[in-house]
């Protein structure tokens, strides 16, 4: 059994994204690693990054992205197919460089691979997710927050990333064109649920560049001239609400995180007390809606989805 890791990254360094952290977190569990590798900025580190892992399991793969003709984020997808092309192994663990996996689950991981791989019923494996917020200590349980997701699929070709990269769907036929990766008509994967958690840090960065990172994205999706009207009502400094409503983390980060997470200086940027201001749109998670329905699930339903994306067919 041979297991190949992948992800794309572009401009980490400029958008504060833990990439080596992220790769080192996959390295132990695979035999290569397959890094699609946009075109960077001058002023970006990236490729130094990846250089200094020093890992001969390491393959990358030089891109330029085409946000224009891929809009709505899925140049993402693009990407993600581009390094899940170039792997070779039979099992494929996909991380995208913002995530990170814990040690301690490495044994479960490469156990579900091994009981699962000559099983046909079987083309993916279905990850917990903690999706951390503003700080390292402090998760969401929200509704409109995705706790389970695919991240490792059985190399099949008619496999393609979908959307904005955040799943997986089968394809019978697939021309690679921006409506094929938003298209309805893929498959959802048939896949086990593990014991095992991806440890999700986009939305853990320093106030002002969670708000450059929002500025991308929105110029990535929506195009740079709507983006610009977008970005000029926002704050220049993100403003992640009151945190002491969401879920305090009392377990422990991924080993390879230490000296990144060492680096968490914006604490007195942060609120941990007193109400959300008025001043600024709500939030997905704070508006009423989804307190009530999160209310629901978490305290009612033992943590089961009310509705909510769900893009996998799970297998008992």
Known sequence: MKVSGFTFIKNATKLYI?????????????DEFVIAIGDNDPDDTTQEIIEEIDS???????????????????????????AKEACTGDWLIYIQADEAIHESDHLAIKKAMQKYNNDKEVEGLLFHYRHFWGDYKHFHTSHNWYPKEIRIIKNSKNIHSWRDAQ???????????PSDYNSERGQKLKVKLIDAF???????RP?????????????????????AKIVAKQPKEFDYGPLHRLAKFEGT??????????KFDWQHKLQY?????PNRPMHKH???KYRVVTWIEQHLLNKRMIGGFRNYILQK
């Open 253 to 262: 980060h991924p080993a390879v995180m230490s000296d990144w997470i060492a």
């Open 167 to 177: 799943s997986f769907r089968k394809f019978e036929t697939f021309d690679y064109s």
């Open 198 to 204: 991806i440890y999700h840090y986009g939305y853990v």
């Open 286 to 288: 704070e508006k009423l």
């Open 207 to 227: 106030p002002h560049m969670m708000s450059y990172k929002s500025q991308v994205m929105h110029s990535s999706y929506h195009g740079k001239k709507k983006a």
């Open 273 to 277: 007390s007193g109400k959300r201001n």
């Open 18 to 30: 833990p990439l080596r952290e992220s790769i080192l977190s996959v390295l132990p569990l695979v």
């Open 56 to 82: 001969p399991k390491i393959k990358m793969i030089y891109t330029v992205w085409d946000t224009k003709t891929y809009s709505k984020n899925t140049e993402f997808a693009r990407q993600t197919d581009i």
